[in-house]
């Protein structure tokens, strides 16, 4: 006899109820309706084309393990090919263990990659940004941006995967409408076109909520770092996430009409506008002006003088 806590496609016990998509799935059904969800994120929005070479970053959470996970599975099927990267900050007590987890991970799912250390790099750690700066993660979202892209850009990439999941894009653009911030807002969407030497990002997850990533790391049963970056302190954006999840408790499909709307609008937004750059006259790299924030902070510190 089939009860409410069955499959509802193969009468198994099931392991999930997913009241946006109306269903009850097992186990085995899960991981297929999640892997098929994020290829139809990539179709969807063009993503990737065949003989493209992707850089996966990863930084050990249960977001970009999921992914690395994903496109392993999906890049025979789709034609392009995977590399991981994963960038050790130098912060103290965290990253030795997301490294060691990107390690196991690469090592199970057979992906090439890289370790990349900031301090070998580059000279300094964002332990030392943390000694000068107040916004820590601020600081360190401008750090990776620039040091995988200019790695992708370096390595002859084609684009630069991460893992952003829907609440966080969510979250981020309510924090964005709140605070008026246009250009944040526009920023928020499945692809970011490359233009000279910025190389395209693509977020697989735009369509994947945290709950069944956690779901999906934990059927798999594949490694996460447990441990907390120190300064992973009273993120503001998180609340957002909250409210917008009380919301799906009300009306399950919400988050979905609310991605789809903003994601196919700002889009087109970001086809259409025209936004000026130039080359950063220390590094050669991309940057709305003269000096990039990299160089900037990087003469802060006492690295470079300008
Ligand atoms: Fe960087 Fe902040 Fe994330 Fe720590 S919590 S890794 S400082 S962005
Ligand atoms: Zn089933
Ligand atoms: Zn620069």
Known sequence: MRTRTRCKLCGKKAVVTLPYANTRLCKEHFKEYFTRRIERTIRRYRMVSPGERILVT??????SVALL????????????????????LGIKGYSSEYVRVAEEVYGRLGVEYTILSLKETYGFTIDEVAGIKRRVC????????????????????DAIATGHNMDDLLGNALFAIMRGDLEALMKIKPVIPGREAL????????????????????LKKLPVVRTTCPYAVGATSGVFKSKINELEDRFPSIKY??????????????????????????????????????????????????
Request: with cysteine; net charge positive.
């Open 69 to 88: 996970d994903v496109l392993s599975i999906l890049s025979e099927k789709l034609g392009f090919k995977i590399h991981g990267l994963t960038l050790d």
């Open 199 to 218: 190389v395209k990002r693509i977020r697989p997850l735009a369509f994947t909520r945290e709950k069944d990533i956690k779901l999906y790391i934990c």
């Open 58 to 63: 990863v930084s050990g959470g249960k977001d």
């Open 138 to 157: 601020a600081y360190c979202g401008l750090v990776k941006r620039y040091v995988f892209n200019r790695y992708a850009w370096e390595n002859g990439f």
């Open 257 to 306: 009409s609310f991605a789809r709307t903003l994601y196919d609008k700002m889009q087109i937004q970001m086809e259409e506008s025209d936004y000026q750059l130039r080359k950063c006259k220390i590094c050669g790299m991309p940057s709305k002006s003269q000096i990039c924030g990299f160089c900037r902070l990087r003469a802060e510190l006492g690295k470079i003088s300008l």
